[in-house]
């Protein structure tokens, strides 16, 4: 039985690449997709080279600033780039259109600024193409031209009844054309993926650590089940169709509702309900709540005026100027703790609030393959949401570190009585830079990675089952003629 | 007796329910992305309001706390440019979700400000906007294919096409009154869906109104104009299905996605990063050095500022301070330049490319005319510097002899808005975009011609 299924796979995938236009269209995607994957990996390598280039600067830089004022050096601040991971030369993602560097200073939270997009003349909203575009987009689309007929036309041409006489049953048909379908993809598939594992090895000096190997292992996977979905699909599609021209029709108006209406509809609902703050209204927010809790730069400030006085009972003195410590440091030090935390709240709220606008794509899913293959790959590939949020996150930490290293350096080194107008400003010695090491982003573990996707990937799941329960159960409601 | 004709295939195309299903899903699309468009906007519009709205608190406040150091207050006081979207702009939104529309700045260095982004999600950014001009662009060709990929072979396949060609030697001629009157609907549904979007949108009808309805107008030509070639090749109905989808996949979506792959490569921005280290250090290495090597280039750029008095033996002066800031933007100017040049050659680029290709030339085109593509931004962009340099030029004075901050008119200081200077034109686009279409009819005029010889 199991015999017949191949024989027929087989004989699909003979016709298939026998006949020259579906050859030359195959050829020509292997192509594109070899192009694509050869520029893409050329792209990431100037781009992160470049990254890399201005990080060095930047820390060499902060090293041979000279002996300064400690609070001098939390405004002379520091640059963060977003590195890329090395995966991301096969999926780009959001990559484009998310930042790629931020200036981290004392008091002040700034944004990720240079996207890709930013420099875009409006050619980027056209899509980039990328390994990932390709397998997503594309290849759905040679399965539906290479199977939109894989039944009906033998229905068209009478060698159904014959092939069904001959103790061929529905099952065993509808399994060995998808599975033939599965091949002649497989074919571009599986030496586009040896060239990817290759040039992503180059990537990481031939250094494979076992997380990036788990990730391409999952990236496989899911692209091989959406090829069989897709495939599946495209087989049910055909064998349920009255024509071939009905079942080419149907699966061209799919590609192009799932493929190209349906993501911008699922995103700009979701931005509809889940209307997001624009930046002046979020600094508005967080003004207000800073004001609150207690505003250093109000002279009335009561937080700040309590902090005073119990200082100045703690260590019996009359004025801040006799503290054994340097008070402005103290209460710079204070401003800090009290303005990040609220500032990180409010980010919080505001990333749940973009988690929430995404929801509906993921939850679309469900609808959706590609909708669900695309989050899934994004995320293994690191070039998804919720790793640009992890980096801003990583950046506001090391922010906030090296405003309360520099407080740090004041409170103890600095002297509590300002020199004079005239004279020599304080400062202490260069050597304490060192001390603040550089910025270093760590990309997520991957099992945090699943499970930030656990939906994306049952919604995937869910589609592989139905497609292989359509092709076991379905067929008794199949017309043979 | 001609017109009775039309009748008919007009009877017989709307008895058709595909025919229904492609117009339903265009006026469906269409009135989704007037109404996600405008919303769009509608928010953009509210926020600037709100800008307004704080400018002033934030300056009222700014002065209660800051009020007594002149200097001080100006470190901390920002002021908005808005580039306040026109109507057209809800019709495409182009890159107004990218760029930033409110620009808020301090008298400190522009060049650490002006690039500051919006916060935005950046899944929305990838996936694109729902406007009017998307459904334009990328739905109706595919319409116009769904409506005539199988004028001829329907005929041929049914059988119809022998017995007509049996009775007239005219017989193309019924092809093209069908295909005339699929362009007569398509037409109607965008000038319908135009009307609409003029009074949904509240647009203008003026210039910008005729010039994008013709770019329209020609785009959509065009593409009927690929699908008549396609159709006289003669080919099977999936024959036809296939290659038109093709082609729209080719044009809408590989072509300009590998062109724009190709852009980056061969244009990347690296002067960007540059110029934020630029800035940073001429400003920041400046409180390591000698006054004199801060003063000197400053008197320099502003020679009328020397009458003011320098406090040389003080070690903090607000005076210096300003002018330190000013050497970061003064230090990153050669690279700020060369983002500009990039820029520029990367625009060139593109226009060069998208003569080529309709649906680039369109987007571009319209994007344009609509005040929502990068041009536009950096338009703007040199209004913030404009605008910063008369706000520096204004207060200066102020804070290098001290004065009290009541003596200034900081508080009459509202948010501006920025209104373009120049209309764009579309004579480009719609030359290109005529010149394919005509390339195009002639071909299938001459394939035609070949088989009616037959």
């Not at chain 2, 093709?246 to 960007?272: D, G, Q």
């Amino acid at each position: 039985m199991p015999n017949r299924v191949s024989t027929i796979a087989k004989q699909t995938f003979k016709t298939a690449l026998n006949n020259r236009a579906t050859l030359a269209l195959t050829l020509l995607l292997g192509l594109s997709l070899g192009l694509a994957t050869y520029v893409g990996w050329q792209n990431f390598k100037t781009q992160n080279n470049q990254r890399l280039h201005y990080k060095e600067l930047v820390r060499a830089q902060w090293l041979a600033k000279p002996d300064k004022h400690p609070h001098r050096m939390a405004h002379y601040g520091y640059l963060a780039f977003r590195e890329k991971h090395e995966l991301s030369f096969f999926d780009f993602g959001i990559e484009s259109f998310a930042g790629v560097s931020i200036f981290l200073e004392a008091h002040k939270q700034n944004t990720v600024n240079f996207s890709e997009a930013g420099f875009s003349n409006g050619m980027l909203r056209f899509g980039e193409i990328s390994v990932a575009m390709v397998l997503q987009l594309l290849v759905p689309l040679l399965i539906f031209f290479l199977g939109y007929n894989s039944i009906s036309a033998e229905r068209e041409s009478g060698t159904l009844k014959i092939l069904l006489c001959q103790n061929v049953s529905w099952k065993q048909l509808l399994w060995g054309k998808t599975l033939g379908i599965i091949g002649v993809c497989l074919s571009i598939f599986i030496p586009l993926m040896l060239l990817t594992i290759l040039l992503w090895a180059s990537l990481s000096h031939w250094q494979i650590s076992g997380d990036a190997s788990l990730r391409l292992m999952i990236l496989v996977f899911s692209y091989a089940i959406y090829f069989f979905i897709v495939s599946a699909v495209t087989v049910l599609v055909s064998a349920f169709a009255r024509s071939s021209k009905s079942a080419l029709t149907t699966l061209l108006a799919c590609w192009i509702f799932f493929m190209v209406i349906m993501p911008r509809i699922t995103q700009a609902v979701g931005v509809k309900i889940y209307p997001s703050p624009s930046k002046i209204a979020f600094a508005d927010a967080i003004a207000t709540d800073i004001h609150k809790q207690g505003d250093s730069h109000n002279p009335d400030d009561p937080h700040y005026a309590a902090i005073k006085d119990s200082l100045l009972k703690t260590y019996g003195v009359t004025d801040v100027k006799k503290l054994p410590f340097n008070y402005g440091g103290y209460i710079m030090a204070e401003g800090e703790k009290i303005t990040s935390k609220i500032y990180s709240n409010h980010q919080k709220e505001l990333n749940k609030i973009f988690e929430k606008q995404n929801s509906i794509t993921k939850v679309a899913g469900f609808i959706n393959p590609y909708l669900s293959l695309k989050h899934i790959s994004m995320a293994i590939t690191a070039s998804d949401f919720n790793t640009f949020v992890d980096f801003q996150n990583q950046t506001e930490v090391y922010r906030y570190q090296l405003a309360q290293k520099m407080n740090k350096l004041q409170i103890d080194k600095i002297s509590n009585i300002a020199p004079g107008e005239e004279e020599k400003p304080l400062a202490i010695s260069k050597a304490n830079w060192a001390e603040q090491p550089d910025f270093n982003y760590h990309f997520g573990k991957l099992s945090l990675v699943i499970t930030n996707e656990l939906l994306a990937l049952s919604a995937l799941a869910c589609w592989l089952l139905a497609t292989v329960m359509l092709l076991q159960y379905t067929t008794r409601w199949i017309k043979t003629i | 007796m001609k017109k009775s004709i039309y009748n008919l295939e007009f009877k017989l195309f709307f008895r058709n329910s595909s025919s229904w299903i492609g117009i339903i899903v265009l006026l469906i699309t269409g009135v989704a992305g007037l109404y996600f468009g405008k919303t769009f906007i509608a928010n953009q519009q509210a926020v600037i309001e709100k800008a307004a709205m704080l400018q002033k608190k934030n300056t009222l406040s700014n002065i209660d706390h800051f009020g007594k150091d002149i200097g001080l207050l100006f470190y901390h006081n920002k002021f908005s440019l808005a580039n306040a979207p026109n109507a057209w702009a809800a019709f495409a939104n182009g890159q107004r979700d990218i760029n930033p529309y409110l620009i808020s700045v301090t008298m400190l260095g522009l060049e650490g400000q002006i690039y500051d982004t919006d916060i935005n999600n950046p899944v929305s950014l990838l996936l694109g906007n729902m406007d009017l001009s998307f459904v334009f662009i990328f739905l109706f060709p595919l319409v116009i294919i769904a409506f005539s990929y199988n004028l001829l072979s329907e005929q041929k396949e049914s059988g119809v096409w022998s017995l007509l060609s049996a009775q007239t030697n005219r017989s193309f001629r019924v092809i093209w009154q069908k295909f005339l009157v699929r362009v007569a609907v398509i037409f109607s549904v965008a000038l319908l869906l135009l009307f609409v979007a003029i009074l949904y949108l509240h647009l203008p009808v003026d210039f910008i109104f005729f010039s994008i309805t013709t770019l329209i107008i020609f785009y959509l030509a065009f593409w009927f104009a690929v699908s008549f070639f396609i159709i006289s090749l003669a080919k099977s109905s999936n024959f036809n299905a296939s290659a038109l989808v093709a082609i729209w996949v080719l044009i809408c979506i590989v072509i300009p996605a590998s062109l724009n792959l190709f852009l980056t490569r061969k244009y990347p921005m690296p002067e960007a990063l540059q110029n934020v280290i630029n800035q940073r250090e001429g400003y920041h290495e400046k409180w390591d050095m000698a006054k004199e090597v801060t003063m000197k280039p400053f008197f320099e750029h502003y020679p009328e500022l020397k009458q003011y008095p320098f406090p040389q033996e003080k070690t903090f002066s607000w005076f210096w301070y300003y002018a330190m800031q000013q050497m970061g933007d003064d230090q990153a100017m050669p690279s700020r330049h060369a983002i500009e040049n990039k820029l520029a050659a990367r625009q060139r680029f593109t226009n060069t490319l998208a003569f080529f290709f309709p649906t680039i030339q369109t987007q571009l085109g319209i994007n344009n005319m609509a005040g929502s593509d990068l041009n536009t931004h950096l338009d703007f962009q040199q209004a913030v510097r404009k605008y910063h340099e008369q706000i520096r030029w204004h207060f200066y004075p102020g804070i290098f002899l001290n004065k009290a901050v009541d003596s200034t008119d900081v508080k009459d200081y509202k948010l501006e808005k920025y209104s373009p200077q120049q209309t764009p034109s579309v004579w480009v686009n719609l030359l290109s975009i005529s010149i394919l279409t005509v390339i195009l009819i002639g071909t299938t005029a001459f394939n035609f011609k070949r088989q009616e010889q037959f």
